[in-house]
């Protein structure tokens, strides 16, 4: 072969390669903008001192909302870890087929503090979503639930 036949190959390899990697790439919501990834045990050890800011985040995505799409929890970079990322129902839908696969999300860190009386009606809805039973007596107390409100992910096929 000659070389200018080898050099064009290998270039329509590399192109093709390229494609190949970047399609395995699903977007949902806006373009990303953190290029720094925060660990989300570093989050969930000191919640408050990221409350309202902006995050990049990055696991396997271990749950989704089978009703809506409207939330997903990532698995943290510690074990028996997991934080919720939930979007406005409608604005971007997670698909069931993310679970099991990786996830890079940018969001701000919200705090939702709950009575004794909303925590119930929060956990029984998250256990109906789940299709799970709840025990409404398991709650003794109010509590705040730590979530990233997503603006943008991609999860990796």
Same mark, same amino acid.
């Given at each position: 072969?000659?070389?200018?036949?080898?050099m064009?190959?290998?270039?329509?390899?590399?192109?093709?390669?390229?494609?190949?990697?970047?399609?395995? !790439?699903?977007? $949902?919501?806006?373009?990303?903008t953190?290029? %720094?990834?925060?660990?989300?045990? #570093? @989050?969930? *050890?000191?919640?408050?001192?990221?409350v309202g800011?902006?995050?990049?985040?990055?696991?396997?995505?271990?749950?989704?909302?089978?009703?809506r799409?409207?939330?997903?929890y990532?698995?943290?970079?510690?074990p028996?870890?997991?934080?919720?990322?939930?979007?406005?129902?409608? !604005?971007?839908? $997670?698909?069931?087929?993310?679970?099991?696969? %990786?996830?890079?999300?940018?969001? #701000? @860190?919200? *705090?939702?503090?709950?009575?004794?009386?909303?925590?119930?009606?929060?956990?029984?809805?998250?256990?109906?979503?789940?299709?799970?039973?709840?025990?409404?007596?398991?709650?003794?107390?109010?509590?705040?639930?730590?979530?990233?409100k997503?603006?943008?992910?991609?999860?990796?096929?």
């Amino acid at each position: 072969m000659k070389l200018g036949t080898i050099m064009i190959s290998l270039l329509l390899v590399a192109l093709l390669n390229t494609y190949a990697f970047a399609s395995n !790439v699903e977007t $949902f919501g806006e373009k990303l903008t953190i290029s %720094e990834i925060t660990n989300i045990s #570093e @989050i969930l *050890a000191a919640p408050e001192q990221f409350v309202g800011k902006k995050v990049l985040v990055k696991g396997m995505v271990v749950d989704v909302c089978a009703k809506r799409g409207c939330w997903m929890y990532l698995a943290s970079d510690k074990p028996f870890e997991k934080i919720q990322i939930k979007v406005l129902d409608g !604005v971007i839908v $997670f698909p069931m087929s993310a679970r099991g696969k %990786e996830a890079l999300v940018e969001g #701000e @860190i919200e *705090a939702l503090k709950y009575s004794k009386e909303e925590a119930i009606a929060w956990l029984q809805h998250m256990a109906e979503e789940k299709g799970e039973s709840f025990d409404p007596a398991s709650v003794t107390s109010g509590m705040t639930v730590y979530r990233i409100k997503a603006l943008g992910a991609e999860i990796t096929e």
